[in-house]
């Protein structure tokens, strides 16, 4: 019994720390930038989950909800490139080429969400994810000092959806100790404009700015 309330802390942590976090696409916060983790891809293309968190960031920039998405993920091979297949999708759905930034590497949720505040420069954001997935995002971007607010995206409850769970209690653990820790990513680099750069563009059309990016 110990053993299993041991267990269930850092869960129960991420529940207590996110609580007023969470909302859904038609109430979440109006600010500049959306943050898109990967989820994984098919034969080159998002994988259903992945396409279902690109989607609610399509709908948020249809709806003048965000300015800018920036889509981060693995593209640790050369064969495998999760930002760029991230891009494309969006582009298909609407969203302007220039309104997307890519981090390629986003190698886990600590590493997105140093690398969205000390390389990308953002302040605040709306991060897209799964339901099972966006409590353990919002926790550590907070903890990475992103002020953070979740979408979790409704999925099919499957074998992957209940594999995704399971999974978080374990990596609630991690995440834990990542915001205690606070590690560096696996790649740090240089800072990025790219962000910047994008609202910039959106500026020059006459677009209203909003808080959510650190001007280097």
């Not at 053993?3 to 129960?12: G, K, Q």
């Amino acid at each position: 019994m110990a053993v299993c309330v041991l267990a269930l802390l850092p869960a129960t942590w991420l529940f207590v720390v996110t609580g007023d976090r969470l909302r859904t696409v038609d109430d979440a916060p109006r600010t500049d930038v959306a943050v898109v983790f990967g989820a994984g891809l098919w034969e080159g293309e998002p994988s259903p989950y992945l396409a279902h968190r690109l989607d609610a960031a399509a709908q948020l920039y249809r709806d003048g909800r965000i300015r800018v998405v920036l889509v981060t993920g693995d593209n640790s091979r050369e064969d495998y490139d999760e930002p760029d297949a991230m891009r494309a999708y969006l582009t298909r759905h609407g969203v302007p080429g220039k309104a997307v930034v890519s981090d390629y590497a986003g190698f886990d949720t600590w590493d997105s969400c140093v690398r969205a505040k000390k390389i990308f420069g953002v302040d605040r954001a709306v991060l897209i994810s799964q339901g099972f997935h966006i409590r353990r995002a919002v926790a550590l971007c907070e903890a990475a000092g992103v002020s953070s607010y979740g979408v979790g995206v409704d999925d099919r409850h499957d074998v992957t959806w209940y594999y995704g769970g399971a999974r978080e209690v374990f990596a609630a653990g991690k995440a834990v100790v990542d915001s205690v820790f606070r590690p560096d990513p696996r790649f740090l680099g240089h800072r990025e404009s790219g962000v910047r750069e994008a609202l910039g563009v959106r500026e020059a059309l006459g677009v209203r700015e909003a808080p959510g990016v650190r001007r280097h």
